[in-house]
């Protein structure tokens, strides 16, 4: 066994020189809000370097010195910025004094290998590090719209009502002119009318053409797969060419049918990777253990198979459903007036008619697709003690 040492207090050579470099990170956001990035960066970089000195070598105790950096800095954002700064101060008052005792006494090594070289440490909380700032830029955009929606006034940018948490600039305008305004409704309605057949189609095809692909004689199977599951690579205004003028000559572009069948043709890629991951745990002895019991080819696929990749299919169909209730490219290509979609109608509402119900209607999906997503997660967990407890 390899004894575990007791972790020791870091140097302020280490920690006070990383607790800058945060601090200088949130001095852009800071500095540029007030006009002057460099002061921002230099500024923040100083402060927060020097509080972390004096919370670690002149006040010592933890508990004291974070709730009085808290309060410090919460006090300093209201001077600067009102109640917004208040709550942004209590956040990065937390932030920093957890930071700065977490460095010190040495709690970072806590959870990891004992054996790790200062580099590798390093390496360990930047990759982190740059995954959380992918993460926060990702995310960004949709945090942003989401309060917009909720926005009193008819405009794109938040208002001083609304920097100020005044009740007056907050209101539910928008989402009640999507509910009542008609062209929003047809645009829905359009949209649930597509979508869960373009969904069903591509369940059912993606399926069968995963478990045909999944079988070791079939030949060609991997230049079939390429075939079927590139319109995901395809770029989507090529598709969508295509499939326009594949239409117009078969007499489906404009129709409620050529639009289906364009959004069962994005989704059953989506079906096809689920479905066939979920089949690589699969036991096919199982299937020739019910074919010796004398049970059909239908029957096995129902009552054996289909329970076990169940998962799988319903996690590809909610990406279909996605996909497709989501899609606005192809739509504009093959659709016309009468299957005008709730994206066709977000994009018209951008480009003809600055609408502000476009962010209450994005807030829609993107709490739909949040739904549905937790619910992906929920079938992956479960298709994992599925073939956990399937026998090898």
């Known amino acids: 066994m390899v004894a ?38 230099l500024g923040g970089a100083i402060l927060m370097g020097a509080i972390a000195f004096v919370l670690t070598k002149v006040i010592k105790n933890e508990r004291a010195g974070r709730w009085g950096l808290v309060a410090l800095i919460a006090l300093g954002g209201y001077a600067l910025a009102g109640l917004p700064g208040l709550l942004i101060g209590l956040f990065f008052g937390w932030f920093f004094g957890f930071l700065t005792f977490w460095l010190y006494e040495g709690r970072y090594r806590a959870k990891i290998a004992p054996y790790l070289t200062p580099g590798q440490v390093l390496w360990h909380f930047t990759f982190r590090t740059i995954c959380g700032a992918i993460f926060v830029f990702l995310i960004t955009p949709i945090l942003v719209v989401m309060p ?41 309605k359009n949209s649930l009318r597509i979508a869960p057949v373009a969904t069903l189609l591509s369940v059912t095809f993606g399926t069968l053409a995963a478990i045909g ?37 078969i007499g489906l572009q404009g129709t409620y049918i050529g639009v289906v069948l364009a959004h069962a043709a994005l989704g059953i890629p989506f079906v096809i990777i689920t479905v066939t991951a979920t089949l690589v745990g699969f ?24 329970p076990l990749i169940l998962p799988g299919v319903i996690s590809g169909g909610l990406f279909a459903f996605i996909t497709s209730f989501d899609e606005v490219v192809v739509v504009l290509f093959v659709g016309s007036a009468g299957q005008k979609t709730l994206p066709w109608q977000m994009f018209i509402g951008l480009r003809e008619q600055i609408s502000p119900t476009i962010l209450a209607v994005a807030t829609i999906l993107v709490v739909i697709s949040i739904c549905l997503l937790t619910v992906v997660e929920m079938l992956r967990r479960r298709s994992e003690r599925l073939r956990g407890m399937s026998p090898s």
């Open 4 to 41: 575990l040492t007791p972790i020791s207090r870091t140097e302020p050579s280490f920690y006070v020189p990383v607790v800058a470099a945060f601090g200088a990170f949130f001095g852009v956001f800071i500095g540029t809000g007030q006009g002057s990035l460099i002061l921002g960066v």
């Open 148 to 188: 917009l929606s909720f926005n009193a006034q008819d405009f794109f940018t938040f208002t001083p009502e609304m920097l100020r948490f005044d009740p007056a600039g907050y209101s539910l305008k928008h989402y009640r002119d999507f509910f009542t305004n008609d062209a929003w409704q047809d645009a829905m």
């Open 213 to 249: 692909l999944s079988q070791p004689h079939v030949p060609f199977r991997r230049a079939i797969m390429a075939i079927l599951i590139s319109p995901m690579i395809v770029p989507l205004i090529i598709s969508a060419a295509g499939m326009y003028f594949f239409y117009s000559r």
């Open 283 to 306: 036991d096919r002895s199982l299937t020739r253990a019910a074919a010796n019991m004398g049970a059909n080819p239908v029957t096995t696929f129902f009552r054996v198979q289909m």
